[in-house]
């Protein structure tokens, strides 16, 4: 099980857990799949810098091996007033649904991605990886220059071109499949939806830097169908999602583990940039929408009350359930053992594979 990057990394197995910012990675999740061999990481960028630098010192707590902190690259929002006027007006129908006060003041549509950085500088974490776009050169300097490593995401070969050459250490490469927001910066999302198996070779043959096959990876089989790719690693979001340590709301594991392959779509409807979640009736209601939705971070400020009032009232339908294609897959069993499951089911594929391999070199057929 060892790969280039579990050295680089200095961890056991090529298992990183995805950071799954708003709740879903806690400082249990992130410590627990550090200790079972992998790499955990928080999913930091909604986090105020307050927030990261007691979130680093509970996983510090509970683990001394490596972990990741993840932050978003920030993004100019072309939004115009009128579109987020129209916008407001159109959302007081699911407030009126929920109870709540017609429209609200906005609130700060994101955190001061320099402020976070400083944290996880002056904090030393092990791995910094980001998503939505590549930081300045200065920021990567910065962190190589204090023995972090540098983890990117991409969705196409020239995004993961431009990461090499900004300094990334390693690069996810983000599948179709993958739960949660899509990291294209280059393209438009719609022209970067290349599924994972298609994604990872072609990666694989123009970087240097080692690739982490993410999106729909559940199990063992996708972690050995990933290593004969040409992935040094995987990164697996959904699998975790209904795990005992996750900070995921009830409701969302809940549809998680009941629902199938075909269950999510993907939507700009909650937060104004791309994203696969399982389909709710605020996604479908949202697909008539005459205007422009505003872009990210602005529509995420404006959904931000109705997602919580619906969080509060266990209502499912107007919440964001982010989750991959793997779904039928998802289990609710503890971290560790889903860990542990994964390599297990692994070793005994690629000794099962091996065996194939036996039988042709001894004319047998196969
Ligand atoms: C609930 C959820 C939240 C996510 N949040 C982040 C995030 O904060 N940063 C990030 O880089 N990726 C995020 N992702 C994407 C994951 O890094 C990864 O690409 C995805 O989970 C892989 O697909 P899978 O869910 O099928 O395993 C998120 C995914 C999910 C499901």
């Known amino acids: 099980m060892e790969t280039e990057l579990t050295r680089k990394l200095n961890i056991q197995y090529p298992i990183l857990q995805a950071p799954m910012a708003g709740g879903p990675t806690t400082a249990d999740l992130v410590a627990s799949v550090s200790n079972a061999g992998g790499l955990g ?131 996810v490469a983000q599948g179709s499949e993958a739960g949660g927001h899509r990291g294209t910066f280059l393209t438009s999302t719609a022209d970067a939806r290349i599924g994972t198996m298609a994604l990872v070779p072609q990666m694989v043959d123009h970087v240097t830097v080692p690739v982490i096959a993410s999106g729909g990876i559940m199990d063992g089989r996708g972690l050995v169908a990933s290593l004969a790719l040409g992935a040094s690693a995987v990164q697996m979001g959904t699998a975790f999602l209904a795990s005992a340590e996750s900070g995921a709301h009830a409701a969302h594991k809940q549809k998680i583990l009941s629902s199938g392959e075909d269950s999510t779509e993907v939507t700009n409807a909650y937060s104004g940039k791309a994203a696969r979640g399982i389909l709710t009736d605020f996604m479908k209601d949202m697909r008539d929408y005459p205007g422009t939705v505003p872009a990210y971070p602005i529509q995420n400020a404006l959904t931000r009350d109705i997602r919580q009032a619906a969080a509060k009232a266990g209502n499912p339908e107007y919440m964001s359930l982010w989750a991959g294609q793997g779904l039928r897959l998802a289990t609710d069993q503890p971290t560790a053992d889903i860990v542990k499951r994964s390599v297990e089911e692994a070793v005994l594929l690629i000794k099962n594979m091996g065996n194939l391999g036996c039988s042709e070199e001894n004319g047998e057929s196969m």
Do not use: C, W
């Not at 690259?73 to 007033?81: A, D, K, R």
């Not at 407030?95 to 500088?121: C, D, H, M, T, Y």
């Not at 204090?146 to 983890?151: D, E, S, T, W, Y």
């Open 41 to 171: 990481s928080l999913g930091a960028g909604y986090l105020s810098p307050d927030q990261i630098r007691h979130a680093i010192k509970e996983i510090k707590q509970r683990t001394d091996r490596p972990f990741g902190i993840n932050l978003f690259i920030p993004e100019p929002s072309m939004t115009h007033q009128d579109n987020i006027a129209d916008m407001n007006n159109h959302l007081d129908t699911f407030r009126a649904a929920l109870g709540i006060a017609p429209n609200p003041s906005i609130p700060k549509a994101a955190e001061s991605f320099e402020e976070q950085v400083q944290v996880v500088l002056e904090e030393h974490v092990p791995v910094f990886s980001f998503t939505f776009g590549i930081p300045s050169r200065e920021i990567i300097l910065s962190m190589k220059q204090r023995g972090i490593v540098v983890i990117g995401t991409a969705t196409t070969v020239h995004e993961a071109i431009d990461l090499e050459t900004a300094g990334v250490d390693a690069i």
